[in-house]
């Protein structure tokens, strides 16, 4: 059973922000959202996570609503080197495994 | 440089034939963790290990069998039991404990064809 559900696809413009939204209407206290992307063929990358505060850092920032039903990664400046699937994982803090689903794929068009 | 090796990037096997894939971190991570990703798909855990001849099954662990006979190696064998045609394997690490923060490390992949 899906703990967060994401749009399949979106598209968006280089130099814009990109606001990738995901739901998780299910998340419990003590669990936590993390984002990761996979460049096509490669390992996926960790971007950031957080519990219920916003966070920001060098690659992008988590938007995460006041009642923790639904976040947003943002990335800020959009560049053709984004293009990517990202993924919205929720973790419960007592366990060290991540599943992922099908995520988001993220086109950037120049 | 710290990271993690997964080899080879590519491997062909014939049916009823097993295969190993290796996988060896120098980040001095405790946890390893192999994940399966079919084509158009998000990733699927298959084991996963947090200590030196410790390991448990994940979601699709039938047809795969691992090791952990060092903290640095986590190698998986693909048996003939498998019959997904192509896939694309993931090694992973990460910390345990305290210092724990969800970041998981990834290799490169390896890319099994079966023939």
């Known amino acids: 059973d899906a703990k967060t559900t994401q749009p399949t696809s979106m598209d968006c413009a280089e130099g814009r922000a990109a606001n990738l939204p995901c739901n998780h209407s299910?998340?419990?206290?003590?669990?936590?959202v993390y984002w990761y992307r996979q460049i096509h063929s490669q390992g996926p990358q960790y971007i950031i996570h957080?519990?219920?505060n916003n966070e920001t850092n060098e690659m992008a920032s988590l938007i995460i609503t006041e009642d923790r039903k639904s976040s947003t990664l943002i990335l800020p400046h959009a560049t053709l080197r984004d293009t990517a699937v990202y993924y919205c994982i929720v973790r419960v803090e007592s366990d060290y495994k991540l599943s992922f689903g099908a995520g988001t794929t993220v086109t950037v068009r120049a | 440089d710290g990271g993690i090796t997964q080899s080879p990037k590519y491997l062909f096997r014939k049916e009823g034939q097993n295969v190993t894939l290796s996988c060896e971190q120098n980040?001095?991570?405790?946890?390893m963790y192999w994940y399966r990703q079919d084509p158009g798909q998000g990733l699927r855990l298959i084991y996963y290990?947090?200590?030196?001849?410790?390991?448990q099954k994940g979601d699709i662990a039938e047809g795969y069998s691992v090791s952990r006979e060092k903290k640095e190696s986590f190698p998986l064998t693909v048996t003939s039991a498998q019959k997904n045609p192509t896939d694309f394997y993931l090694c992973?690490?990460?910390?345990?404990?305290?210092?724990?923060?969800?970041?998981?490390?990834f290799g490169e992949g390896s890319r099994l064809t079966v023939l």
């Open positions: 299910t998340i419990s206290g003590n669990e936590y």
């Open positions: 957080g519990l219920k």
């Open positions: 290990s947090q200590i030196v001849n410790d390991f």
């Open positions: 980040l001095n991570h405790d946890a």
């Open positions: 992973a690490s990460s910390h345990l404990g305290q210092i724990y923060t969800g970041e998981l490390f």
